[in-house]
């Protein structure tokens, strides 16, 4: 049975999401170390993704290019941060051709300094401001612990990087780009988020700033399912990126860069997933609903598979991605089980008495057991009925993990003591005032594997409090968890 | 003046070619030598071409997946004829993580070996077959003499990976994708392609059989515009990709592999340009309706804008990629050949006289001058009339190219003298009865750079005739020409 391999979560939440992953064909090891093969299943997710992103990207002005995976060592090199970042994880090319090469290539693991470089001859003026360019590519960074979408050396995302004219409309555009993040998370995987700034130690190497959406994951734990960074003039003084202002002046360009990569299906698995494996938001699932027959004699078969084709016909001309599970051998109770393992949002079932009903029963996949089936429905409603469950379905996983990060989100901490303690105890998310500087945020995540997920935007601003490490009085707000 | 900087063609098709691409904004050199920047107008015609085959690859019931772009050194030894093939032109990662790698990683040139390895994982029995898979990724290939487009270091491509139980199945696999190119071609991008078989010495290194679309340019020289190939048992062997069959005995699978690239831009590009510039097939053009705005006076001016907004915003509720060029210091002059260059397929003017008359001139690219000037079209009647006359322009392109390629093809020839004198005073393709062998082809191919492009389909199996270069009788017929 599909779901005796998976092990549950309260179990050992890590096998859990390797044996999902398994059993849901998403991803697989492959021969090359820290790189995964995406399979069919899996990459149907990210193309969801990729489409939700780049409809948005492109309503907001932005166009796809392409630039070289390979960049030359000393690009790499040009901005302080942004190598001292970099430098440990790089991947390089020393032979092409058979020959061995003059300067070593490295093979993106971001593409600031090849972009930035390209940047400077396409902006002369201020009239060729704002340039919004994004690009969907692979990317390598040299990881030593990998995990399946997590964390891979090899992983495929899109990299948006912006020149503007101020500094104001560069944070504007970073700010914009959060939300599209926020909004893509909210809307098309029912994920919730939490943007924020994150800390200066967090932050990407070469930013003057970054933010981040964190989501909480099944075990309570959080992770960064997208950034977007102000990368002030920092680039554009390494690459020369300037242009003449209106004031007839020259001027460096202020720049932004933001990400969302396949990383943001591990994102999905564990927002969403249960003991039974995915749960996947509708708009996202390969497969919305599926179609189980049942029947026991062959006079059955016919009536019954006569309606499930009628009612495939009926769902696939609404554009809804259904399939009909005909395969022979198999029991529905292993179908079922089976369509739940893969986290189709709706599965229709039916049987001799509902084509005399003319009706079927439909389960929907967030709410479990009886509770998620819905018996009776009327097979000539099936064409509105089912678009308002998957909506239905969205909201509920929406409602469902709004309210788990709700219950695991602790504040009111006034001391070092309970902020271990909770911690320890009850994990989640610990929403504190925090007056720390860096060295107390190394400490505390080198001994207790807690960091600054993030400083929340919604949380800044409002009455003062003192910082549970510091005893100092502060307004700032920060999340501390523990991190993918 | 845009057009006064491209080189005409027959001046020097060369650099006519690099001029439009650097014109029209589509790429650009990179610092990373045979590397190029494809500009925004440049990726939007790939992604044109990309879901027009994507589109196209799921009807036909296959499924995008992703594996790594590093392959073990050792995998691409496995198959004997396919590293004699791809070894001068590999990328190889030999440092990683600062450290030196035990084992180089070889940057993929084309995915047959680590697909194939993963295809033994997945398939076990019959029942696990056809297997139909499709990537969307970046390749290396490490070319000395690049051009843009047509031969890059890195170039960006789909390549279908698909296993079968039989020969038979998996050919017809490979003649179905060769159709589908076929018809992308010439529905999706008004080219002309000939579907054919390549000849042993142009085979994929590891194929049985290699089929091509090659499209006529417009020098007459060939391009090979994409390629289906039979791979036989070379790679199941190679990688074990057994399967017991339904007779219960353990059998090779019979794979496949076709691919579409970049190199497609640059089809594009040279089937349709014209001295002006760029003429882009309307479904692919980034921007099918140009609308270029004329007046005089501050009061024409509010009238006329007043009309050519009003039109925007009725094309584009039809859902065609319109824009309106409301650039100020600009002569609609200078707008005419701007967007002529840039390919799109309509203009349309809008003076004074216009607005009186509610009505405005279209002007269709595939027809020089006052020829493709339509005067007086009825506001009202252009939601109908737009998408009509882009139909027309996708039809007029097709034809001409059909009309060009059939004017510089030539048959008949029964002497080697009259088959050299033909390519070089005429050149295009030469259709001919050919019975050389491997050595034949190749000095033929040495001295006058004269190449089999492929042994058309359409045109096998008819009456005999006379090689014009063995004097033996054959019902081959052979295409040989120039080609990029």
Partial sequence: MADSTITPRSEDYSRWYLDVIREAQLAENSPVRGCMVIRPYGYAIWEAIKDGLDRRF??????????????????????????????????????????????????????????????????????????????????????????????????????????????????????????????????DAAIPVIPGEKSAIERFAGAVSTYTIEAMMGNGWALQSGTSHYLGENFSRAFDIKFLGDNNEQQYAHTTSWGVSTRFVGAVIMAHGDDQGLRLPPKMAPI??????????????????????????????????????????????????????????????????????????VARRHLPGKEGKIFGVAVE???????????????????????????????????????????QDKGGFLKVYWAGNDEDEVKIKEDHKLTVRCYPRDDQGGPKGRCFYTGKETDRIAIFARAY
Same sequence: chains 1, 2.
Wanted: charged letters at 25%; hydrophobic letters at 40%; a negative charge.
């Fill in 58 to 187: 492109k309503a907001t002005g932005h166009q796809n290019a392409y630039f070289p995976m390979f960049i030359p060592y000393s690009f790499i090199a040009k901005e302080a941060e942004h190598i001292e970042g970099f430098s440990p994880e790089l991947a390089m090319v020393t032979v092409g051709g058979g020959k061995e090469l003059e300067e070593p290539l490295v093979v993106r693991p971001t593409s600031e300094t090849i972009i930035g470089h390209t940047f400077a001859r396409w902006i002369q003026s201020y009239r060729d401001l704002p340039l919004l360019i994004n690009q969907w590519a692979n990317v390598v960074r040299w990881e030593m612990r990998t995990r399946p979408f997590l964390r891979t050396m090899e992983f495929l995302w899109q990299e948006g990087h912006t020149a503007h004219a101020t500094a104001e409309e560069a944070i504007e555009e970073t700010m914009q780009m959060l939300g599209v993040y926020e909004e893509m998370a909210r809307d």
């Fill in 381 to 423: 409603s099936l064409g509105d009925r089912i678009p308002e469950l998957l909506q239905e379905v969205h909201d509920g996983l929406y409602e469902q993990a709004l309210n788990f990060r709700n219950e695991n989100t602790h504040d009111g901490i006034e001391d070092f003591d309970t902020f271990i303690h909770t911690a």
């Fill in 288 to 361: 919305q609903v599926a179609i189980v027959p049942i029947w026991r004699k062959a006079k059955e078969e016919a009536e019954v598979m006569g309606l499930a084709n009628e009612v495939f016909q009926t769902l696939k001309q609404a554009g809804i991605r259904v399939k009909l599970d005909d395969r022979e051998q198999l029991s529905p109770g292993y179908k079922f089980n089976d369509w739940e393992m893969r986290g189709v949002p709706l599965r229709i079932e039916i049987g001799p008495r509902d084509v005399k009903q003319n009706s079927v029963v």
